[in-house]
Protein backbone atom coordinates (compact mmCIF):
# COMPACT_ATOMS: atom_id res chain seq x y z
CA UNK A 1 0.00 0.00 0.00
CA UNK A 2 3.01 2.31 -0.82
CA UNK A 3 3.81 4.45 -3.68
CA UNK A 4 7.20 4.64 -5.21
CA UNK A 5 8.49 7.47 -3.19
CA UNK A 6 7.09 5.71 0.20
CA UNK A 7 8.78 2.77 -0.43
CA UNK A 8 12.61 4.11 -1.55
CA UNK A 9 12.05 6.67 1.40
CA UNK A 10 10.52 4.07 3.74
CA UNK A 11 8.27 6.58 5.43
CA UNK A 12 5.01 7.80 4.65
CA UNK A 13 3.93 10.44 2.82
CA UNK A 14 4.15 13.72 5.35
CA UNK A 15 6.77 12.81 7.08
CA UNK A 16 10.92 13.48 7.61
CA UNK A 17 13.38 11.04 6.29
CA UNK A 18 16.68 11.20 6.70
CA UNK A 19 18.73 9.56 4.20
CA UNK A 20 22.09 8.70 3.07
CA UNK A 21 22.67 9.78 -0.19
CA UNK A 22 23.18 7.23 -3.09
CA UNK A 23 24.37 9.58 -5.84
CA UNK A 24 25.36 13.42 -5.39
CA UNK A 25 25.72 16.01 -8.29
CA UNK A 26 26.42 19.34 -9.11
CA UNK A 27 27.21 21.68 -12.44
CA UNK A 28 29.55 24.44 -13.03
CA UNK A 29 26.99 27.07 -12.12
CA UNK A 30 25.96 24.91 -8.43
CA UNK A 31 29.27 23.58 -8.14
CA UNK A 32 30.97 26.48 -7.53
CA UNK A 33 28.30 28.08 -5.35
CA UNK A 34 28.33 24.70 -2.87
CA UNK A 35 32.03 24.53 -2.71
CA UNK A 36 32.07 28.57 -1.54
CA UNK A 37 29.53 27.04 1.18
CA UNK A 38 31.55 23.98 2.12
CA UNK A 39 35.03 26.18 2.56
CA UNK A 40 32.77 27.88 5.08
CA UNK A 41 31.57 24.78 6.94
CA UNK A 42 34.99 24.20 7.42
CA UNK A 43 34.35 20.39 6.99
CA UNK A 44 37.43 17.86 7.31
CA UNK A 45 36.70 16.47 3.96
CA UNK A 46 33.65 14.93 1.70
CA UNK A 47 32.11 12.32 3.51
CA UNK A 48 31.34 9.97 0.54
CA UNK A 49 33.72 11.56 -2.49
CA UNK A 50 32.96 8.18 -4.45
CA UNK A 51 29.29 9.08 -4.98
CA UNK A 52 30.06 12.47 -6.09
CA UNK A 53 29.72 14.35 -9.60
CA UNK A 54 30.87 17.64 -10.43
CA UNK A 55 29.80 17.93 -14.13
CA UNK A 56 30.37 21.16 -16.68
CA UNK A 57 27.90 21.62 -18.67
CA UNK A 58 26.09 25.10 -17.89
CA UNK A 59 28.71 27.52 -19.08
CA UNK A 60 30.53 25.93 -20.65
CA UNK A 61 33.64 26.23 -22.28
CA UNK A 62 33.60 29.25 -20.29
CA UNK A 63 32.29 32.25 -21.94
CA UNK A 64 34.38 34.85 -19.83
CA UNK A 65 37.43 35.19 -17.76
CA UNK A 66 35.38 35.22 -15.29
CA UNK A 67 33.65 32.12 -15.62
CA UNK A 68 36.68 30.50 -16.27
CA UNK A 69 38.24 31.53 -13.18
CA UNK A 70 35.68 30.15 -11.01
CA UNK A 71 35.84 27.17 -13.53
CA UNK A 72 39.56 26.93 -12.51
CA UNK A 73 38.78 26.76 -8.66
CA UNK A 74 35.80 24.32 -9.05
CA UNK A 75 37.79 21.84 -11.04
CA UNK A 76 40.83 21.84 -9.09
CA UNK A 77 38.97 21.61 -5.59
CA UNK A 78 36.99 18.32 -7.32
CA UNK A 79 40.27 16.61 -8.37
CA UNK A 80 41.84 17.67 -5.15
CA UNK A 81 38.93 16.10 -3.66
CA UNK A 82 38.34 12.90 -5.29
CA UNK A 83 35.42 13.16 -6.73
CA UNK A 84 34.17 12.17 -10.06
CA UNK A 85 34.32 15.43 -12.50
CA UNK A 86 33.18 15.42 -16.13
CA UNK A 87 34.89 18.18 -17.81
CA UNK A 88 33.12 20.80 -20.51
CA UNK A 89 31.09 18.99 -23.34
CA UNK A 90 30.65 15.52 -21.55
CA UNK A 91 27.40 16.66 -21.42
CA UNK A 92 24.46 18.19 -19.32
CA UNK A 93 24.62 16.83 -16.16
CA UNK A 94 20.77 15.04 -15.84
CA UNK A 95 21.92 13.15 -19.24
CA UNK A 96 25.12 12.58 -17.77
CA UNK A 97 24.00 10.90 -15.10
CA UNK A 98 21.23 8.94 -16.59
CA UNK A 99 24.01 7.36 -18.73
CA UNK A 100 24.41 4.23 -16.82
CA UNK A 101 25.37 6.12 -13.66
CA UNK A 102 21.57 5.80 -11.44
CA UNK A 103 19.86 2.67 -10.56
CA UNK A 104 16.35 2.17 -9.64
CA UNK A 105 15.74 2.85 -5.76
CA UNK A 106 18.44 4.93 -5.43
CA UNK A 107 18.42 8.10 -3.52
CA UNK A 108 19.82 10.71 -5.64
CA UNK A 109 19.88 14.25 -5.43
CA UNK A 110 21.11 17.05 -7.54
CA UNK A 111 21.71 20.34 -7.28
CA UNK A 112 19.69 21.85 -10.15
CA UNK A 113 15.84 21.82 -10.61
CA UNK A 114 15.49 19.35 -13.24
CA UNK A 115 17.27 16.73 -11.63
CA UNK A 116 13.92 14.96 -11.01
CA UNK A 117 14.83 13.48 -14.61
CA UNK A 118 16.61 10.79 -13.02
CA UNK A 119 13.78 9.51 -11.54
CA UNK A 120 12.77 7.67 -14.83
CA UNK A 121 14.67 5.11 -13.18
CA UNK A 122 12.93 4.72 -10.42
CA UNK A 123 15.33 6.26 -8.30
CA UNK A 124 13.95 9.03 -6.31
CA UNK A 125 16.22 11.87 -7.79
CA UNK A 126 15.30 15.44 -6.93
CA UNK A 127 16.61 19.02 -6.94
CA UNK A 128 18.51 20.84 -4.18
CA UNK A 129 20.04 24.59 -3.69
CA UNK A 130 23.76 24.62 -3.30
CA UNK A 131 24.12 24.65 0.68
CA UNK A 132 22.20 21.32 0.65
CA UNK A 133 25.04 20.01 -1.92
CA UNK A 134 27.49 21.64 0.86
CA UNK A 135 25.57 19.44 3.59
CA UNK A 136 25.31 16.42 1.66
CA UNK A 137 29.44 16.64 0.84
CA UNK A 138 29.66 17.16 4.32
CA UNK A 139 27.91 14.37 5.84
CA UNK A 140 26.50 11.84 3.16
CA UNK A 141 23.06 12.75 3.76
CA UNK A 142 20.61 14.78 3.79
CA UNK A 143 16.41 15.65 5.16
CA UNK A 144 13.77 14.37 2.75
CA UNK A 145 9.95 14.98 3.51
CA UNK A 146 8.09 11.81 1.73
CA UNK A 147 5.96 13.62 -0.46
CA UNK A 148 2.31 12.70 -1.72
CA UNK A 149 1.77 10.95 -5.11
CA UNK A 150 -0.22 12.27 -7.62
CA UNK A 151 -0.60 9.18 -10.46
CA UNK A 152 -0.40 9.85 -14.45
CA UNK A 153 -2.22 7.02 -16.31
CA UNK A 154 -0.62 6.82 -19.74
CA UNK A 155 -2.70 4.64 -22.35
CA UNK A 156 -3.08 5.11 -26.45
CA UNK A 157 -0.32 5.19 -28.41
CA UNK A 158 1.50 8.47 -30.24
CA UNK A 159 0.02 9.70 -33.75
CA UNK A 160 2.30 10.40 -36.03
CA UNK A 161 4.09 13.86 -36.27
CA UNK A 162 3.45 13.83 -31.52
CA UNK A 163 6.01 13.46 -29.03
CA UNK A 164 6.30 12.45 -25.79
CA UNK A 165 7.23 16.44 -25.40
CA UNK A 166 3.93 16.81 -26.29
CA UNK A 167 2.57 14.90 -23.53
CA UNK A 168 4.71 16.62 -20.75
CA UNK A 169 3.67 19.88 -22.04
CA UNK A 170 0.12 18.38 -21.83
CA UNK A 171 0.32 17.11 -18.39
CA UNK A 172 1.98 20.57 -17.49
CA UNK A 173 -0.61 22.51 -18.74
CA UNK A 174 -3.26 20.07 -17.02
CA UNK A 175 -1.80 20.48 -13.35
CA UNK A 176 -0.96 23.71 -13.80
CA UNK A 177 2.73 25.79 -12.46
CA UNK A 178 2.31 24.66 -8.74
CA UNK A 179 -0.28 21.96 -9.14
CA UNK A 180 2.29 19.69 -8.15
CA UNK A 181 4.30 21.29 -5.54
CA UNK A 182 5.81 18.99 -3.32
CA UNK A 183 4.35 16.04 -4.85
CA UNK A 184 6.03 13.74 -6.82
CA UNK A 185 4.49 12.24 -9.83
CA UNK A 186 4.40 8.65 -11.08
CA UNK A 187 3.60 7.91 -14.53
CA UNK A 188 1.35 4.36 -14.92
CA UNK A 189 -1.04 3.06 -16.88
CA UNK A 190 -1.21 0.49 -20.19
CA UNK A 191 1.49 2.32 -22.46
CA UNK A 192 3.89 3.55 -19.73
CA UNK A 193 5.75 0.13 -20.23
CA UNK A 194 6.47 0.58 -23.75
CA UNK A 195 7.53 4.11 -23.58
CA UNK A 196 11.34 4.22 -24.51
CA UNK A 197 14.06 5.00 -21.96
CA UNK A 198 14.70 8.60 -23.69
CA UNK A 199 10.49 9.36 -23.68
CA UNK A 200 10.83 8.83 -19.53
CA UNK A 201 13.47 11.10 -19.30
CA UNK A 202 11.87 13.89 -21.31
CA UNK A 203 8.85 13.20 -19.11
CA UNK A 204 10.06 13.07 -16.08
CA UNK A 205 12.50 16.09 -16.56
CA UNK A 206 8.93 18.44 -16.74
CA UNK A 207 7.33 17.55 -13.86
CA UNK A 208 9.62 20.15 -12.18
CA UNK A 209 7.24 22.86 -14.30
CA UNK A 210 4.48 21.57 -12.36
CA UNK A 211 6.31 21.93 -8.98
CA UNK A 212 6.87 18.27 -8.44
CA UNK A 213 9.52 17.04 -6.66
CA UNK A 214 10.49 13.83 -8.79
CA UNK A 215 8.90 12.11 -11.71
CA UNK A 216 8.90 8.44 -11.42
CA UNK A 217 8.81 5.10 -13.25
CA UNK A 218 8.60 1.50 -11.96
CA UNK A 219 11.55 -0.27 -13.26
CA UNK A 220 10.52 -2.64 -15.63
CA UNK A 221 12.04 -4.40 -19.12
CA UNK A 222 12.60 -0.95 -20.69
CA UNK A 223 15.09 -0.31 -17.59
CA UNK A 224 16.63 -3.40 -17.65
CA UNK A 225 17.44 -3.32 -20.86
CA UNK A 226 18.25 0.49 -21.35
CA UNK A 227 20.67 -0.42 -18.42
CA UNK A 228 22.39 -3.55 -19.71
CA UNK A 229 23.57 -1.46 -22.42
CA UNK A 230 25.86 0.14 -19.95
CA UNK A 231 26.90 -2.89 -17.98
CA UNK A 232 24.23 -2.34 -15.23
CA UNK A 233 22.31 -4.91 -14.02
CA UNK A 234 18.69 -3.79 -12.21
CA UNK A 235 15.70 -5.58 -10.58
CA UNK A 236 11.99 -4.44 -11.27
CA UNK A 237 9.93 -2.32 -9.36
CA UNK A 238 6.09 -3.26 -8.92
CA UNK A 239 3.17 -0.73 -8.62
CA UNK A 240 1.43 -1.38 -5.88
CA UNK A 241 -2.61 -1.49 -6.09
CA UNK A 242 -3.62 0.34 -2.98
CA UNK A 243 -0.70 2.53 -2.93
CA UNK A 244 -2.79 5.86 -2.06
CA UNK A 245 -3.00 8.61 -4.65
CA UNK A 246 -3.97 12.18 -3.73
CA UNK A 247 -4.76 12.86 -7.50
CA UNK A 248 -4.99 10.86 -10.54
CA UNK A 249 -5.03 12.34 -14.38
CA UNK A 250 -5.90 10.04 -16.97
CA UNK A 251 -3.99 10.73 -20.62
CA UNK A 252 -4.97 9.25 -23.63
CA UNK A 253 -1.82 9.51 -26.57
CA UNK A 254 -4.00 9.22 -29.28
CA UNK A 255 -5.99 12.20 -28.81
CA UNK A 256 -2.59 14.27 -28.32
CA UNK A 257 -1.37 16.64 -30.58
CA UNK A 258 1.40 18.83 -31.71
CA UNK A 259 1.54 21.20 -28.32
CA UNK A 260 3.36 24.53 -27.62
CA UNK A 261 4.01 26.50 -24.29
CA UNK A 262 3.19 30.18 -25.15
CA UNK A 263 5.23 32.80 -24.00
CA UNK A 264 6.12 33.29 -21.13
CA UNK A 265 4.73 30.55 -19.15
CA UNK A 266 4.72 26.75 -19.05
CA UNK A 267 1.51 25.59 -18.65
CA UNK A 268 -0.13 28.37 -21.02
CA UNK A 269 -0.24 25.74 -23.61
CA UNK A 270 -2.23 25.91 -27.37
CA UNK A 271 -2.21 23.59 -30.10
CA UNK A 272 0.61 23.88 -32.71
CA UNK A 273 -2.57 23.96 -35.16
CA UNK A 274 -3.39 27.26 -33.23
CA UNK A 275 -0.44 29.34 -33.82
CA UNK A 276 0.76 27.89 -37.42
CA UNK A 277 2.39 31.16 -39.32
CA UNK A 278 3.83 32.77 -35.84
CA UNK A 279 7.02 33.75 -37.31
CA UNK A 280 10.50 33.17 -35.59
CA UNK A 281 13.46 34.41 -34.95
CA UNK A 282 15.69 31.46 -34.42
CA UNK A 283 15.02 27.86 -33.23
CA UNK A 284 17.11 25.98 -30.74
CA UNK A 285 16.72 22.27 -30.74
CA UNK A 286 18.61 20.90 -27.58
CA UNK A 287 18.68 20.65 -23.28
CA UNK A 288 17.88 17.64 -20.79
CA UNK A 289 14.45 17.55 -22.21
CA UNK A 290 15.38 16.83 -25.54
CA UNK A 291 18.55 17.08 -26.58
CA UNK A 292 19.64 13.38 -26.80
CA UNK A 293 20.15 11.39 -30.40
CA UNK A 294 16.83 10.17 -30.58
CA UNK A 295 15.39 13.75 -30.50
CA UNK A 296 18.23 14.94 -32.86
CA UNK A 297 17.56 11.78 -35.05
CA UNK A 298 13.93 12.61 -35.32
CA UNK A 299 14.51 16.03 -36.19
CA UNK A 300 17.28 15.58 -39.05
CA UNK A 301 14.19 13.39 -40.26
CA UNK A 302 12.43 16.08 -41.01
CA UNK A 303 15.74 18.52 -42.01
CA UNK A 304 16.59 15.78 -44.54
CA UNK A 305 17.63 17.57 -47.65
CA UNK A 306 16.02 20.41 -47.18
CA UNK A 307 17.40 24.20 -45.57
CA UNK A 308 16.48 26.16 -42.75
CA UNK A 309 15.25 29.75 -43.56
CA UNK A 310 15.69 30.93 -40.20
CA UNK A 311 18.90 30.66 -37.82
CA UNK A 312 18.94 26.75 -35.84
CA UNK A 313 20.83 26.22 -32.90
CA UNK A 314 21.48 21.72 -32.59
CA UNK A 315 22.95 21.00 -29.12
CA UNK A 316 23.62 17.65 -28.13
CA UNK A 317 22.93 17.06 -24.84
CA UNK A 318 26.33 14.26 -24.37
CA UNK A 319 28.93 13.80 -25.70
CA UNK A 320 27.46 9.98 -26.34
CA UNK A 321 24.86 11.33 -28.11
CA UNK A 322 26.71 13.57 -30.16
CA UNK A 323 29.14 10.63 -31.08
CA UNK A 324 26.33 8.78 -31.97
CA UNK A 325 24.72 12.06 -34.19
CA UNK A 326 28.13 11.93 -36.09
CA UNK A 327 28.29 8.21 -36.66
CA UNK A 328 24.66 8.03 -37.64
CA UNK A 329 25.39 10.68 -40.40
CA UNK A 330 22.32 12.63 -38.30
CA UNK A 331 24.57 15.49 -37.52
CA UNK A 332 25.65 15.83 -41.08
CA UNK A 333 21.83 16.37 -42.52
CA UNK A 334 21.53 18.68 -39.57
CA UNK A 335 24.43 20.27 -40.82
CA UNK A 336 23.72 20.41 -44.84
CA UNK A 337 20.46 21.50 -43.54
CA UNK A 338 21.88 24.71 -42.07
CA UNK A 339 21.76 24.29 -38.33
CA UNK A 340 24.55 25.67 -36.47
CA UNK A 341 26.23 22.52 -33.67
CA UNK A 342 26.99 23.90 -30.24
CA UNK A 343 28.99 21.88 -28.12
CA UNK A 344 27.36 19.47 -25.81
CA UNK A 345 26.01 21.03 -22.66
CA UNK A 346 23.01 23.33 -21.71
CA UNK A 347 23.90 25.94 -24.69
CA UNK A 348 21.77 29.18 -25.27
CA UNK A 349 18.98 27.36 -22.79
CA UNK A 350 20.08 29.58 -19.27
CA UNK A 351 20.75 32.55 -21.68
CA UNK A 352 23.91 32.99 -20.64
CA UNK A 353 25.78 32.40 -24.45
CA UNK A 354 25.40 30.47 -27.38
CA UNK A 355 21.96 31.46 -29.02
CA UNK A 356 20.18 33.89 -26.61
CA UNK A 357 17.57 36.00 -28.36
CA UNK A 358 18.06 39.26 -28.80
CA UNK A 359 15.31 42.53 -27.77
CA UNK A 360 12.19 41.86 -29.07
CA UNK A 361 12.89 38.62 -30.97
CA UNK A 362 10.45 34.84 -30.92
CA UNK A 363 12.26 31.71 -30.47
CA UNK A 364 11.19 28.53 -30.69
CA UNK A 365 13.00 26.33 -28.50
CA UNK A 366 13.00 22.45 -26.97
CA UNK A 367 13.85 23.23 -23.55
CA UNK A 368 11.81 23.19 -20.54
CA UNK A 369 10.88 26.23 -19.32
CA UNK A 370 10.20 29.77 -21.27
CA UNK A 371 10.34 32.16 -18.45
CA UNK A 372 10.77 35.85 -19.62
CA UNK A 373 14.23 36.87 -20.31
CA UNK A 374 15.19 33.64 -19.60
CA UNK A 375 16.79 32.74 -22.88
CA UNK A 376 18.18 36.67 -23.67
CA UNK A 377 16.56 39.99 -22.34
CA UNK A 378 13.57 40.87 -23.78
CA UNK A 379 13.07 37.97 -26.29
CA UNK A 380 10.56 35.49 -26.37
CA UNK A 381 9.80 31.54 -27.21
CA UNK A 382 7.60 28.95 -27.68
CA UNK A 383 8.60 25.84 -26.16
CA UNK A 384 7.58 22.47 -28.04
CA UNK A 385 8.96 19.21 -29.53
CA UNK A 386 11.77 18.50 -31.71
CA UNK A 387 9.79 17.60 -34.41
CA UNK A 388 7.67 20.78 -34.22
CA UNK A 389 11.37 22.72 -33.85
CA UNK A 390 12.64 21.57 -36.92
CA UNK A 391 9.78 21.82 -38.83
CA UNK A 392 9.29 25.60 -37.91
CA UNK A 393 12.90 25.75 -38.91
CA UNK A 394 12.03 24.86 -42.42
CA UNK A 395 9.45 27.37 -42.52
CA UNK A 396 10.74 30.29 -40.45
CA UNK A 397 7.31 29.99 -38.64
CA UNK A 398 5.63 28.00 -36.29
CA UNK A 399 4.60 24.74 -38.56
CA UNK A 400 2.74 21.46 -38.05
CA UNK A 401 5.34 18.98 -37.99
CA UNK A 402 2.34 16.23 -39.28
CA UNK A 403 2.24 18.66 -42.76
CA UNK A 404 5.99 17.47 -43.79
CA UNK A 405 6.03 14.00 -41.88
CA UNK B 1 21.86 33.63 14.27
CA UNK B 2 18.55 34.19 12.63
CA UNK B 3 15.68 35.77 14.51
CA UNK B 4 13.00 33.51 14.11
CA UNK B 5 10.50 36.15 14.98
CA UNK B 6 10.21 39.97 14.17
CA UNK B 7 8.24 43.12 12.46
CA UNK B 8 8.33 45.19 9.58
CA UNK B 9 6.51 46.67 6.98
CA UNK B 10 5.46 44.42 3.77
CA UNK B 11 6.46 44.39 0.73
CA UNK B 12 3.78 42.63 -1.45
CA UNK B 13 4.23 41.41 -4.69
CA UNK B 14 2.40 38.39 -7.47
CA UNK B 15 2.03 34.81 -7.59
CA UNK B 16 4.25 32.17 -9.28
CA UNK B 17 7.90 34.71 -9.34
CA UNK B 18 10.58 32.30 -10.38
CA UNK B 19 13.96 32.55 -9.99
CA UNK B 20 14.69 34.04 -12.58
CA UNK B 21 12.26 37.23 -11.88
CA UNK B 22 14.36 37.33 -8.75
CA UNK B 23 17.83 37.19 -9.75
CA UNK B 24 18.65 37.26 -13.38
CA UNK B 25 21.16 34.55 -14.79
CA UNK B 26 23.12 37.47 -16.11
CA UNK B 27 23.83 37.81 -12.68
CA UNK B 28 25.05 35.01 -11.37
CA UNK B 29 28.45 34.59 -12.44
CA UNK B 30 30.34 36.74 -9.38
CA UNK B 31 30.60 35.66 -5.75
CA UNK B 32 29.83 38.95 -4.60
CA UNK B 33 26.83 38.57 -2.63
CA UNK B 34 26.29 42.07 -2.62
CA UNK B 35 25.68 42.36 -6.82
CA UNK B 36 22.54 39.95 -6.19
CA UNK B 37 21.21 41.79 -3.30
CA UNK B 38 21.58 45.35 -5.69
CA UNK B 39 19.64 43.11 -8.65
CA UNK B 40 16.96 41.68 -7.09
CA UNK B 41 13.58 41.58 -8.84
CA UNK B 42 15.07 43.97 -11.30
CA UNK B 43 13.22 42.04 -13.98
CA UNK B 44 10.04 42.65 -11.99
CA UNK B 45 10.27 46.28 -10.55
CA UNK B 46 13.70 47.76 -10.68
CA UNK B 47 12.33 49.95 -7.94
CA UNK B 48 11.70 47.14 -5.73
CA UNK B 49 15.63 46.57 -4.44
CA UNK B 50 15.21 49.26 -2.51
CA UNK B 51 12.74 48.76 -0.15
CA UNK B 52 14.04 45.53 0.74
CA UNK B 53 16.08 46.11 3.73
CA UNK B 54 13.75 45.61 7.16
CA UNK B 55 10.42 44.18 5.34
CA UNK B 56 8.31 41.76 5.37
CA UNK B 57 7.96 39.92 1.72
CA UNK B 58 4.71 38.75 1.06
CA UNK B 59 4.07 37.38 -1.99
CA UNK B 60 1.74 35.15 -4.00
CA UNK B 61 1.25 31.41 -4.62
CA UNK B 62 4.22 29.47 -6.04
CA UNK B 63 7.13 31.42 -4.97
CA UNK B 64 10.34 31.02 -6.14
CA UNK B 65 9.20 28.59 -8.81
CA UNK B 66 12.19 27.59 -11.63
CA UNK B 67 15.86 27.75 -11.13
CA UNK B 68 17.11 26.01 -8.31
CA UNK B 69 19.43 29.19 -8.02
CA UNK B 70 20.09 29.59 -3.98
CA UNK B 71 21.53 33.14 -5.34
CA UNK B 72 18.12 34.03 -5.20
CA UNK B 73 17.42 33.81 -1.29
CA UNK B 74 20.91 34.85 -0.53
CA UNK B 75 19.64 37.79 -2.74
CA UNK B 76 16.75 38.83 -0.54
CA UNK B 77 18.59 37.95 2.58
CA UNK B 78 21.46 40.39 1.93
CA UNK B 79 19.12 42.49 0.17
CA UNK B 80 17.76 42.88 4.16
CA UNK B 81 14.29 41.03 3.68
CA UNK B 82 13.57 39.80 7.59
CA UNK B 83 11.06 37.03 6.56
CA UNK B 84 9.19 35.47 3.34
CA UNK B 85 5.51 34.75 3.67
CA UNK B 86 3.31 33.15 0.69
CA UNK B 87 0.80 30.31 0.78
CA UNK B 88 2.83 27.99 -1.01
CA UNK B 89 6.77 28.08 -2.58
CA UNK B 90 8.36 25.59 -5.23
CA UNK B 91 9.86 23.42 -3.04
CA UNK B 92 13.41 24.41 -3.82
CA UNK B 93 12.86 27.63 -2.91
CA UNK B 94 11.81 26.64 0.06
CA UNK B 95 14.52 24.43 1.36
CA UNK B 96 17.07 27.25 0.30
CA UNK B 97 15.58 29.96 2.32
CA UNK B 98 15.74 27.59 5.62
CA UNK B 99 19.49 26.68 4.24
CA UNK B 100 20.65 30.16 4.03
CA UNK B 101 18.73 31.00 7.30
CA UNK B 102 16.04 33.03 5.72
CA UNK B 103 12.46 32.38 7.50
CA UNK B 104 9.91 31.23 5.55
CA UNK B 105 6.26 30.89 6.44
CA UNK B 106 3.27 29.44 4.46
CA UNK B 107 0.53 31.12 5.16
CA UNK B 108 -3.07 30.79 3.12
CA UNK B 109 -5.46 33.71 3.06
CA UNK B 110 -3.64 36.53 3.93
CA UNK B 111 -4.95 40.48 3.45
CA UNK B 112 -2.28 42.67 3.80
CA UNK B 113 -0.97 45.72 1.63
CA UNK B 114 2.05 47.62 1.02
CA UNK B 115 3.48 49.10 3.87
CA UNK B 116 1.50 47.79 6.66
CA UNK B 117 3.37 46.33 9.52
CA UNK B 118 3.36 42.26 9.85
CA UNK B 119 4.64 40.31 12.75
CA UNK B 120 5.77 37.22 12.49
CA UNK B 121 6.83 34.19 14.55
CA UNK B 122 8.71 31.00 13.30
CA UNK B 123 8.30 29.21 16.27
CA UNK B 124 4.93 29.09 17.14
CA UNK B 125 3.85 29.59 13.10
CA UNK B 126 1.75 32.65 13.42
CA UNK B 127 1.51 35.98 11.28
CA UNK B 128 -0.23 39.25 12.48
CA UNK B 129 -1.32 41.97 10.69
CA UNK B 130 -3.92 44.60 10.33
CA UNK B 131 -5.65 43.25 13.77
CA UNK B 132 -5.87 39.51 12.41
CA UNK B 133 -3.89 36.60 13.28
CA UNK B 134 -3.10 33.73 10.91
CA UNK B 135 -1.79 30.09 11.40
CA UNK B 136 1.09 28.85 9.71
CA UNK B 137 1.91 25.20 8.39
CA UNK B 138 4.34 24.29 11.04
CA UNK B 139 8.74 23.74 10.46
CA UNK B 140 10.38 20.19 11.34
CA UNK B 141 12.26 20.21 14.55
CA UNK B 142 15.51 19.89 11.86
CA UNK B 143 14.36 22.84 9.41
CA UNK B 144 13.68 25.16 12.89
CA UNK B 145 17.39 24.25 14.56
CA UNK B 146 18.77 24.96 10.84
CA UNK B 147 17.13 28.35 11.03
CA UNK B 148 18.21 28.97 14.41
CA UNK B 149 21.94 28.25 13.59
CA UNK B 150 21.19 30.91 10.59
CA UNK B 151 21.38 28.23 7.92
CA UNK B 152 23.00 25.40 7.11
CA UNK B 153 26.80 26.40 7.21
CA UNK B 154 26.64 27.56 10.77
CA UNK B 155 24.58 24.59 11.28
CA UNK B 156 27.19 22.15 10.10
CA UNK B 157 29.86 24.47 11.63
CA UNK B 158 28.55 23.92 14.98
CA UNK B 159 28.25 20.12 14.39
CA UNK B 160 31.43 18.92 13.10
CA UNK B 161 32.96 21.25 16.30
CA UNK B 162 31.36 19.12 18.88
S1 LIG C 1 19.65 22.25 -20.34
FE1 LIG C 1 18.59 24.03 -19.49
S2 LIG C 1 17.09 23.20 -18.08
FE2 LIG C 1 18.55 21.56 -18.53
S3 LIG C 1 20.08 21.67 -16.88
FE3 LIG C 1 20.83 22.91 -18.57
S4 LIG C 1 20.11 25.01 -18.14
FE4 LIG C 1 18.91 23.60 -16.87
Redesign the interface.
Known sequence: METLSEKILGAQAGNFSDKRVDKAFCHDGTGIQAKMIYDEMGAPGIANPETCYVIYDHISPANTSQTADLHKELREFASRSGMHFSEIGGGICHQYMAEGRILPGEVVIGADSHSCTLGAFGALATGVGASDMAGIWVSGETWLRVPESIAIYISGSLAKGVEYKDLALAYVAELGMDGATYHALEFLGDSASEIPMEGRLTLSNMVVEAGAKTGLWYADDVTREYLGRYGKSSSRQEPDDEAVYSEELWIDLQGLEPLLAVPHRVDTVKPVSELVGTSLDQVFIGTCTNGRYEDLARAASILDGKQVAVRTVVVPASRADYLRAVNSGVLATLVGAGCVIGPPGCGPCLGAHMGVLGDGEVGLSTANRNFRNRMGVGGSYYLSSPSTAAASAITGEISDPREVL | MTLLAGTGPAVCIGA?I?T??VI???Y????DRGVWAEHAFE?LDPTLATRLRGCVLVTG??MG???????A?MALREAGVLAVIAP?????FF??CI??GLPVLECEDLACHDGEMITYDCTIGTVNVGGNSYICRSL?P?MQEILVSG???EY??GR??R
Do not use: H, P
Request: with cysteine; hydrophobic share 30%.
Open positions: DDDMAGRLRTKDKNCGSSREQVSFARIRNNVSRGLVWKLS
